[in-house]
Nanobody, 119 residues
Framework: QVQLVESGGGLVQAGGSLRLSCAAS????????MGWYRQAPGKQREMVAV???????RYTDSVKGRFTISRDNAKNTVSLQMNSLKPEDTAVYYC?????????????WGQGTQVTVSS
């Protein structure tokens, strides 16, 4: 059984910063990509940032230069440092990981953490 647990969401004023963290646990053999997605009310879930096992990263255009994704392969964690937050960043943020557990390769999701940016 694989589990992803997120932490670090909250309420912040525009221009402020938050750091999200996600820890994967369970019968993990290898974690390939890890990433953060978000879903605002009435909108589809979108990719925010992804980092693969080799360290390459990809960001959605709206967060480039403001958000930084990082991972600790030894601890099976991924973090998202969010700076210069804007009201439009308000959403539920989800951690996602592509994990080989046993002989099965699956995508796993965390439960989500709310990020609210006030203007």
């Amino acid at each position: 059984q694989v589990q992803l647990v997120e932490s670090g969401g909250g309420l912040v004023q525009a221009g402020g910063s938050l750091r999200l963290s996600c820890a994967a646990s369970g019968s993990i053999f290898t974690i390939y990509s890890m990433g953060w997605y978000r879903q605002a009310p009435g909108k589809q879930r979108e990719m925010v940032a992804v980092i693969i096992s080799g360290g390459n990263t990809r960001y959605t255009d709206s967060v480039k230069g403001r958000f930084t994704i990082s991972r600790d392969n030894a601890k099976n964690t991924v973090s998202l440092q969010m700076n210069s937050l804007k009201p439009e960043d308000t959403a539920v943020y989800y951690c996602k990981a592509n994990i080989l557990a046993g002989d099965r390769l699956n995508n796993y999701w965390g439960q989500g953490t709310q990020v609210t940016v006030s203007s």
